[in-house]
């Protein structure tokens, strides 16, 4: 089965980090640019961040640019975001997602999520 | 950056048409995807590149484009089809932009 599945969420105080995961299986990992796309509590959708096939290139939503870190680690099929300086209203589920490989910027698989709040 | 307005909220009966619009001024240029998200649920994608469907989903699922506005069609709609359905577009690595997402409610 394709899957994504996130793991790291939890209360976090302002000021602090966090490092999410994302576990892929059933798919080439190596084929897909990743993302990380977050949705606070309810609210819409925000895309995060990217990061291309072989880890080259990141690119970050600006709210978050010198905090977050995108990463990954093909050997393992796994996806990272690290998170430092957390504020309050960085405090939302934070999905996984596989971006399509035709050509075209969209998501065609999402993970569950996993829930980060940012509170003292 | 440009924005995608989708209607906060639409209502159908079951069977009737569900029609969920997107509007941005950037459209005529740029594909539009649709998801839906069921409460608690990740979402999930039901038409890319304004009309295409994955498989998998529903043929009573359809979308379309005209001008600034692309709309997605729920035809026979179904007490299954009730959740958050937004549109998102995308032109680079780095200028994703999402609708702020319609929920449909199935009366």
Redesign the interface.
Known sequence: EVQLVESGGGLVHPGGSLRLACAASGLTFTNY?MSWVRQAPGK????VA?I?KDGS?K???DSVKGRFTISRDNAKNSLYLQMSSLRAEDTAVY?CARI?TDG?????L????TLVTVSS | SYELTQPPSVSVSPGQTARITCSGDALPKKYAYWYQQKPGQAPVLVIYKDAERPSGIPERFSGSSSGTTVTLTISGVQAEDEAAYYCQSADTADTWVFGGGTKLTVL
Do not use: Q
């Open positions: 640019w819409g959708l925000e895309w990217n291309k290139d690119y970050y939503v999905y399509a075209w910027w969209y998501f065609d999402w993970g569950r999520g």
